[in-house]
């Protein structure tokens, strides 16, 4: 008796500590190759980009909004600008129970949506971004988040206990008002550059460039790069077409985009301010 006593309180508490996980699919746009997600919010179903150079936690239509019942607005606007120097005052709300896709997310901030960014399409011309709604990093705050673009999918799980083998690399990162930044360096200089998954491509400020900075042309455009790496990682380099056209009111270095993330793999834990990436290779695991 004692022995099936014992058997069962182990089974429990192998029942509490298991873990949740829930894969998401995303698809990647034709024109700009930017991800995008089908979710029910609340009963209702949307098609959003998924903005990691965003802190917040949905981009939502005021229509969209209106029809979420457990909200409250908040008494302040908010202020943003875009790539394009576009300013953007938009209304602000609090959901304290939202559900999406069967996940319950709680206190989830929501802003008002209105259509912004500069878009540099694959072939490195500018473009208007189309119009989609969008989620940022908040909505994630008290989750793991695992980016696997290779397999079209994001991983939700509320496992804060990983245990990764060696081929994580474990990276300092920071939260800023424009997103999740990552530093990364040319061998001659330091950049603070913010991971987005909104950027079809790399990118970073001729300003911020050293004397130094190595700058190759880029045989299909106009444009010129910059190959970035982590100082004390030796994996592929980033490249990072050069713009002087940013609004100065951006304060971070540049942007590592869709070309980043469709190469590696990237967990961000952040309860306990951790990122780790790898390189993806096939039969990688998450």
């Given at each position: 008796?004692?022995?099936?006593?014992?058997?069962?309180?182990?089974?429990?508490?192998?029942?509490?500590?298991?873990?949740?996980?829930?894969?998401?699919?995303?698809?990647?746009?034709?024109?700009l190759?930017?991800?995008?997600?089908?979710?029910?919010?609340?009963?209702?179903?949307i098609?959003?980009?998924?903005?990691?150079?965003?802190?917040?936690?949905?981009?939502?239509?005021?229509?969209?909004?209106?029809?979420?019942?457990?909200?409250?607005?908040l008494p302040e606007?908010?202020?943003?600008?875009?790539?394009?120097?576009?300013?953007?005052?938009?209304?602000?709300?609090?959901?304290?129970?939202?559900?999406?896709?069967?996940?319950?997310?709680?206190k989830?901030?929501i802003?008002?949506?209105?259509?912004w960014?500069?878009?540099?399409?694959?072939?490195?011309e500018?473009?208007?971004?189309?119009?989609?709604?969008?989620?940022g990093?908040?909505?994630?705050?008290?989750?793991?988040?695992?980016?696997?673009?290779?397999?079209?999918?994001?991983?939700?799980?509320?496992?804060i206990?990983?245990?990764?083998?060696?081929?994580?690399?474990?990276?300092?990162?920071?939260?800023?008002?424009?997103?999740?930044?990552?530093?990364?360096?040319?061998?001659?200089k330091?950049?603070?550059?913010?991971?987005?998954?909104?950027?079809s491509?790399?990118?970073?400020?001729?300003?911020?460039l050293?004397?130094?900075?190595i700058?190759?042309?880029?045989?299909?455009?106009?444009?010129?790069?910059?190959?970035?790496?982590?100082?004390?990682?030796?994996?592929?380099?980033?490249?990072?077409?050069?713009?002087?056209s940013?609004?100065?009111?951006?304060?971070s270095d540049?942007?590592?985009?869709?070309?980043?993330?469709?190469?590696?793999?990237?967990k961000?834990?952040?309860?306990?301010?951790?990122?780790w990436?790898?390189?993806?290779?096939?039969?990688?695991?998450?």
């Amino acid at each position: 008796m004692i022995k099936k006593i014992i058997f069962l309180i182990l089974c429990l508490f192998s029942a509490l500590a298991k873990s949740d996980e829930f894969v998401w699919k995303i698809n990647f746009d034709r024109k700009l190759n930017i991800p995008h997600l089908n979710l029910t919010i609340d009963g209702k179903d949307i098609e959003v980009t998924l903005d990691t150079g965003s802190k917040e936690g949905l981009h939502l239509p005021l229509d969209f909004i209106d029809n979420i019942v457990d909200k409250i607005e908040l008494p302040e606007n908010k202020k943003s600008i875009d790539l394009s120097g576009n300013i953007n005052i938009t209304r602000s709300f609090i959901a304290n129970n939202l559900v999406i896709n069967s996940l319950t997310f709680k206190k989830v901030n929501i802003i008002e949506y209105k259509p912004w960014g500069l878009a540099i399409s694959s072939n490195n011309e500018k473009e208007e971004s189309d119009d989609f709604p969008a989620i940022g990093l908040g909505l994630f705050d008290q989750y793991v988040l695992t980016l696997n673009f290779p397999k079209n999918e994001i991983i939700i799980s509320d496992d804060i206990n990983l245990s990764l083998d060696n081929t994580w690399v474990e990276l300092p990162f920071r939260l800023v008002d424009e997103g999740l930044v990552i530093e990364m360096s040319d061998g001659y200089k330091n950049f603070q550059m913010i991971l987005d998954t909104g950027a079809s491509l790399s990118m970073i400020k001729a300003q911020s460039l050293s004397p130094q900075s190595i700058k190759i042309k880029d045989e299909n455009s106009h444009y010129q790069f910059v190959e970035l790496g982590v100082s004390y990682v030796s994996s592929d380099k980033v490249e990072a077409i050069i713009l002087d056209s940013l609004p100065p009111e951006f304060q971070s270095d540049g942007l590592l985009g869709i070309d980043v993330l469709q190469s590696h793999l990237i967990k961000i834990d952040f309860k306990n301010k951790k990122l780790w990436i790898k390189p993806f290779k096939t039969g990688s695991t998450n």
